[in-house]
């Protein structure tokens, strides 16, 4: 081996001794600009990882800077805490024993095995210890282990030794927080044919005496903070029971959700955002604002629209039935239940049965029934109830379609990921070279959709490509369709990006997100190619030779669920809708009883112009009517007395915004119903204090 290696960085290139860690890499390519926790290597052979910065680099490596104000740089702080948060609480509950704990979006959590649920009392605790122990500058230290000496180690760890087998057969190689089977190593050498090593980090306590002792250790593929002091923030947020490896068969956790920061600002600012969330929580406003219903009896992942939400609902479902009939789809209308032998067909009972509810037997129907997961195989009974031509392509076939899927009730949560919803769903029957336009037509269709509904412009759009695992089709079909959607993408002029291996089993989608008024986002709009449904089903039409052919598939939901947009629209709203989705738009108030015969004039007159409005009668005082008004969210409020009777004005008092005195009645009809017709977005969004924190 020679003595010295060389390391790149860009077009940068240095000599360094072997044995030369990442960090003195970066620094002597002067690298860095700005706080770093880790680095991502490029080794000769093209293999890039995310390595420590205590850990030497191989010669030849390329080296980049992971900061820890970036995605990826936050997700190491925060795996990092997970490891202090589990020492923690190893210290503080001698007989826990610990399971995973990886990083997860503006966070991560930590498993234990614990004779007792944790109390708020224990996380304060925990994170007191936290503290403590970070104020120790522990320093997380790699080391390899042979697999026997891994299992001897954390031989009282039952859940360690079992992700230790699980990982040797290759079952969860993929799982985020596991200690995977490392890749040889430039600085080591490695015989390929060797035994796999297992990664477990130390993290360790330097003795006033120079002496150093480990204080805990975790089986764990890295990378972390090189010190316990690099991270800046944190705090414990909730505990909650998870079962091992999310099946219900296996023992029951205790879960520990924590946040880690690359600042206390930051942290600070994540902190706020959940109080705000908190408020806003669409369950919350939904029960307050008498939008939807949620009892028990019901179940959970279902829900009543009550009137105002139903209003609210309608006008959602009017705008895009109106849409996609302008943009040239077809309706039509499905039942909510078929026959097993359609989602037999149609592949569902082999490859989605784990969320379909089960099969309703029926004495003198010969076959079990089920209730719809999707609408697609609907919507190509729809397309095979004649023979179609070339020329009706593409034929896009639309329905506001409810379905069912049993998600279990762990995931379930309210309107957001919901056993019972409706879709906005179409199925695109189209050539070949039809695909792209379509879909672009489908990003254009959603980008209008967002604006009209006040969450601008789409914040992110994913392509998503074929899993690994459970997928059909061939590898020409795969990659014809992605190439499409990826063109697709390009061509609406967004920048996207690709997610590895999260499309469907039955072909790649696009994924569109958007930002609500408190910078959260959120996944809304799928689109999916899909070539095998119309193998499955056998559906061809005819083309301009004469002979059949085989139509790709579109499918696409622009709303998504519209439950799911529903209740990120009342949360992004703070249930403030702008006039033309409000269920009631208008309040009136007569000062006194005396009055009640011009306010029920005003409200004929509004009602006229297609405004929904409310009289108030004076039953109660004024001031507690208006502030009624004030809590039910009611854009405009007028309040109508004597001066305003004899001159035909009304005074009108906004949600938000200024009053207006004497402005006449008929002044008033038209501004908001030309606010309505506009479907106006100026009024302004419900920001309440603090709720700028995550934008
Ligand atoms: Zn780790
Ligand atoms: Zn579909």
């Keep these: 081996m020679s003595q010295t290696i060389t390391v790149h960085h860009g077009d940068a290139e240095v000599q360094l001794h072997a044995g030369t860690t990442a960090l003195q890499a970066l620094k002597a390519l002067e690298a860095i600009r700005g706080a770093v ?3 991502e290597v490029t080794t000769t052979d093209g293999a890039r990882s995310e390595w420590d910065l205590d850990r030497p680099v191989p010669d ?39 399971a995973i704990g990886p990083p997860i979006e503006d966070g991560f959590y930590y498993d234990f095995d614990v004779a007792a649920p944790f109390t708020p009392d224990d996380l304060e605790r925990i994170e007191a210890r936290m503290h403590e122990l970070a104020r120790e500058r522990q320093r997380y230290v790699r080391e390899e282990v042979p697999k026997e000496a891994a299992r001897q180690e954390f031989a009282d760890q039952p859940y360690k030794v079992e992700i230790i087998d699980l990982v040797d057969d290759g079952t969860i190689l993929s799982a985020v927080d596991t200690a995977a089977p490392d890749a040889p190593d430039g600085d080591t050498g490695g015989d390929p044919a060797a035994e796999p090593t297992f990664t477990v980090y130390r993290n360790v306590r330097d003795l006033d005496d120079g002496s150093t002792e480990v204080a805990w250790s975790d089986l764990c593929r890295g990378p972390h903070v090189p010190s316990t002091e690099r991270i800046p923030a944190f705090k414990l947020l909730r505990s909650a029971g998870a079962y091992w490896r999310g099946r219900e068969d296996q023992p029951m956790l205790q879960r520990i959700y924590g946040t880690a920061w690359e600042s206390k600002k930051a942290l600070q600012a994540h902190l706020d955002l959940i109080e705000e969330a908190k408020k806003r929580d669409h369950r919350k406003l939904g029960r307050d604002l008498e939008l939807t219903h949620h009892p028990d009896e019901l179940g959970p992942g279902l829900s009543i629209f009550l009137p105002n939400g139903a ?15 302008a943009r040239g789809y077809q309706p039509v209308y499905t039942p909510h239940i078929a026959k097993e032998d359609l989602w037999r067909i149609s592949g569902h009972l082999e490859n989605y049965a784990e969320l379909m509810y089960p099969g309703m037997e029926l004495d003198d129907a010969g076959a079990a029934y089920r209730l719809k997961p999707m609408n697609c195989p609907f919507h190509i009974l729809a397309f095979t109830s004649r023979t179609r ?12 379609g409810t379905v069912y899927r049993y998600e279990r009730s762990g995931v379930v949560n309210g309107m957001l990921r919901a056993r019972g919803f409706t879709q906005d769903d179409s199925h695109i029957f189209c050539r070949a070279d039809q695909v792209v336009d379509e879909v672009v037509g489908c990003i254009e269709f959603a980008r209008d959709l967002y604006a009209a509904f006040g969450l601008g412009e789409p914040s992110r759009v994913a392509v998503s490509t074929r899993p690994d695992a459970k997928s059909i089709g061939t590898d020409e079909q795969w990659d014809y369709a992605e190439q ?15 997610d590895a291996g999260e499309g469907a089993f039955y072909g790649p989608k696009i994924d569109i997100h958007a930002r609500d008024a408190i910078g959260r986002e959120w996944q809304l709009t799928t689109i999916q190619v899909d070539f095998n449904l119309p193998e499955r089903f056998d559906i061809t039409y005819v083309g301009d030779d004469g002979e059949r052919h085989r139509p790709f598939m579109v499918h696409r939901a622009l709303f998504g669920s519209i439950e799911r947009f529903f209740a990120v629209m009342v949360e992004s709203f703070n249930g403030a809708f702008p006039t033309w989705l409000a269920p009631e738009q208008v309040r009136v108030l007569p000062v006194a009883d005396e009055f009640d015969g011009y306010a029920t004039e005003v409200a004929q007159r509004l009602r006229a112009a297609g405004v929904r409005v409310h009289v108030d009668l004076a039953d109660a005082t004024l001031g507690n009517r208006i502030r009624e008004a004030q809590t039910s969210k009611v854009p405009y409020t007028l309040v109508v007395g004597g001066s305003e009777a004899e001159a035909r004005t009304v005074a009108v008092r906004p949600y938000q915004g200024d009053q ?5 009645l008929d002044v008033f009809v038209a501004e908001v119903a030309a606010e309505i017709a506009t479907k106006g977005l100026d009024r302004p969004v419900d920001r309440a204090a603090g709720s700028g924190a995550g934008a």
Excluded: C
């Design 60 to 98: 030849g490596a390329a080296l980049t800077p992971i900061y820890a104000d970036t995605d990826q740089g936050r997700a190491i702080l925060r795996h990092s805490t997970a490891h202090l948060m589990a020492q923690a609480v190893t210290d503080l509950f001698p007989n826990a024993k610990w």
């Design 311 to 325: 209003l609210v609902r309608k006008q959602m479902e009017d705008w895009i039935r109106d849409e996609t009939l």
């Design 660 to 664: 207006r005195k004497d402005v006449d």
């Design 37 to 39: 926790v880790a680095a």
């Design 389 to 400: 031509s070339y020329r009706e392509l593409p034929l896009r076939i639309s329905e506001l």
């Design 484 to 498: 499409a959607l990826m063109a697709a993408a390009e061509r609406s002029g967004y920048d996207y990006q690709i």
